[in-house]
């Protein structure tokens, strides 16, 4: 204590002085519109500056739960988009009441990769969603640029897919503005690339035409898009094309994905294997 007001004491003055200029600009300020509106604002400049320092920092701790919630807003309207119905070429939206969301044909799921592999000719990746979520086995995958896979297996709350980097792997697809549809497959070269066969030499394709899925199986919509044509040529016998397609999805880099669920495919399947019930 004894050495605060020797302090005090020594510094008298100059204490004196920032009182009396503190008290001037205090004066000043409340009998001058002027330098009051500067005062004011430059306050609020600085009061904001700090304030939106600290609300980036709390915005970036909570980056994890933003993206959830996009992730989930992305589902729902991803539901939306996959239950339309096209009727003399135009989309006319199907009412999708959330509340009874097992009345639309595919519903969404979202999933995160927990484990991928790309360089491997039998790649396969993880997801943290499982029997729990309602994951059953032939449900497709896909990510906001396209598709990734089929799932596989199912534990309680894990899934294995079936890349689309996978020898074993076999999806039906599609040229955009036609219905000229074939096998695309994987002959275990680049993770860009992949292959589709069996599209007629009659189709008309060229470099740079988008390849989308066909919906002519009962995993995924039609229309979901794979890739663009890098490059094509006829096979031994001239009658079919192999067509090389550089893929949407980057497979070395992916983490937030969409498990889609058809609703009919167990009618679906009943109906074209019904010796599968006896």
């Keep these: 204590m004894q050495q605060i007001i020797n302090f005090l004491i020594r510094n008298k003055t100059f204490l004196l002085y920032l009182l009396l200029l503190s008290i001037s600009f205090v004066f000043t300020i409340q009998s ?3 330098h009051k509106s500067k005062f004011i604002n430059s306050a609020n400049f600085l009061s904001g500056g700090v304030y939106n ?8 701790f909570k980056l994890n739960e933003q993206n959830a919630l996009l992730q989930q807003e992305n589902n729902t309207l991803r539901t939306l988009i996959y239950n339309t119905t096209r009727k003399n070429d135009s989309i006319q939206i199907t009412y999708t009441d959330s509340t009874n969301i097992s009345a639309t044909t595919y519903t969404f799921t979202p999933a995160v990769v927990i484990k991928n592999s790309y360089s491997a000719t039998d790649n396969i990746l993880l997801l943290n969603k499982g029997k729990r979520d309602s994951i059953k086995q032939d449900f497709g995958v896909i990510t906001p640029r396209g598709v990734l896979g089929i799932v596989d297996r ?21 040229l955009k503005h036609t219905n000229h549809f074939g096998s695309l497959l994987w002959d275990g070269k680049s993770p860009y690339t992949v292959q589709l066969k069996e599209i007629p030499k009659i189709a008309p394709i060229k470099q740079g035409d988008t390849i989308t899925t066909s919906g002519l199986s009962a995993i995924f919509p039609k229309g979901i898009p794979i890739g663009t044509i890098t490059d094509f040529t006829l096979d031994h016998s001239k009658n079919f094309y192999t067509i090389n397609v550089a893929l949407f999805n980057d497979m070395t880099n992916v983490e937030h994905v969409y498990i889609i669920e058809n609703k009919d495919q167990p009618e679906i399947k009943r109906l074209l294997n019904p010796t599968s019930d006896e």
Excluded: C, D, F, M
């Design 53 to 60: 320092s600290v609300n980036n920092i709390s915005e970036y």
């Design 32 to 34: 001058h519109s002027y």
């Design 154 to 174: 199912t534990s309680k709350k894990y899934a294995t897919v079936i890349s689309i980097l996978n020898t074993n792997s076999r999806i039906s697809a599609k």
